[in-house]
């Protein structure tokens, strides 16, 4: 008896772990698609999904079911940062048309999306559920796409588990060699205010923002330069 009452529960684990992998899978997918489908260019095709919102109502609405652990730390995170990108879109899509996420009042900080169990706002994806649990990570700060001009493009295609770690060094490499993002003149240096937001994430174990930066440039940044930050952009990141 003893060891059919073992077997049973060990066959309603495995099930239970296979439905838990079966739904982050299908989640992974489905963001796949539906960012290969409405993303370009860093840009996103509001107008289009505010026509036809299905795919990214029903990508939302699985997300609720789906449970993550922070012990399995590459499926935790990628599904955080697609949880956290697809709800700014849907945050934009449901005040379609607006020109900027600051235009809804508590865009960031009061309106919130069931995800993963929990009743959350962007705010608290971005610094209790990631930056929270993984101070180490500042990279995060180029793969999370806030809807405006100024942060780091959004990519047309999901975070996956097995392929984060290269996604997120092949974002940050690419936000900190844009000529437009880190701006280089002389013996001056213009950062994105969000080096001067979040200046912890950027200068751990003693590093300056310049030496944070030099480790993702292919040529690199006097160190020496003097440091300033240019006004964020929060024009709406929108396909025209």
Known sequence: MKNKTTLTTLFLLFLFHFGVAQNTSDFFSKSDSFFKMNVKEGKVDYK???ENPSALNELISSAKAISVSKSDVNTYQAFWINAYNLSVIKGIVDNYPIKSPLDKAGFFDKVTYDL?????TLNDIENKLLRGNFREEARFHFVLVCAGLGCPPIINSA???????LQLQKQTEL?????????????????SQLFEWYKGDFTQDGKSEIEFVNQYRKEKIEIKSKVSYYNYDWTLNQIK
């Not at 993963?116 to 959350?120: D, E, L, Y």
């Not at 975070?159 to 770690?165: A, F, G, I, M, V």
């Not at 936000?175 to 950062?191: C, D, E, H, R, S």
């Open 48 to 50: 289009g999904i505010k």
């Open 116 to 120: 993963a169990g929990q009743n959350i």
């Open 159 to 165: 975070y996956l588990p097995e392929t984060l770690n």
């Open 175 to 191: 936000a900190l060699n844009n000529p437009k993002f880190i701006k280089v003149k002389g013996n001056k240096v213009q950062l």
